[in-house]
């Protein structure tokens, strides 16, 4: 894939997109871009998640990093039955997340962070959270896990990398519904508790996730 696009896939979900995978709370994605394939967040259950990776043809041995967005179990989950698979890559994690073993490389992460060319850490907002952005030809894509810090932080560490273009991933209780009018793409998932209500209110730009749902930018 060129410098400048990206591809989404959603590995685990509370629901499924795609006939015949497994829906579970929690959320992980694969991130294609800049030539690079990281596994944003593992889900709850590292079962489901590589049940589900295998169903969607995505070995997980062609995962390089690993990046987790916070320390909830939801989130993290999987990550330890995902090494016992493949253990030769770089995780990411909030400074305030410890005891992460089994893996080539752990990187606790504070403040925002260059991973790669075009892929950028937020760095751990309000001592529990990250986020990734990565940039495209049409902006910044911001992949979140719960948005625990608040979605307006969110987008305030990221407005400072360049202009976001889209939010992927978990909103939690977010209910301030202006903040993402800008915004060409919205993909709420897992925990978001609105999805209705941003859905009616931004229709041509909301995208339905679940399991198996492929978001190319």
Known sequence: MRDGKMKITIIYDNEVWKKGLRPDW?????????????????GANGS?????????????????????????????????????????????????????????????????IKIHRGIISTGELQGIEQSLLIKTDKGLVLIVGCSHPGVKNILRVASQ???????????????????????????????????????????QKYIEGGVGRVIEI
Request: aromatic share 10%; net charge neutral.
């Open 26 to 42: 929690g959320f992980s994605c694969l991130v294609e871009a800049y030539g690079r394939k990281i596994l944003f967040d593992t």
């Open 48 to 112: 489901i998640l590589l049940d589900n990776m295998r169903k969607l043809g995505i070995d997980p041995v062609i995962v390089e990093e690993v990046i987790i967005s916070h320390a909830h179990f939801d989130h993290s989950g999987g990550l330890s039955s995902f090494l016992n698979v493949n253990s030769n890559v770089k995780i990411y994690v909030p400074a305030s997340l410890r005891e992460v073993r089994g893996a080539k490389e752990v990187v606790f992460v504070s403040g925002p």
């Open 161 to 203: 990398f360049g202009k976001p273009y889209a939010i992927i991933g978990g909103l939690h209780g977010f209910n301030e519904f202006n903040l993402i009018e800008s915004l060409s793409l919205i993909c709420p998932t897992h925990c978001t508790q609105f999805k209705s209500e941003i859905k009616a209110l931004y229709p």
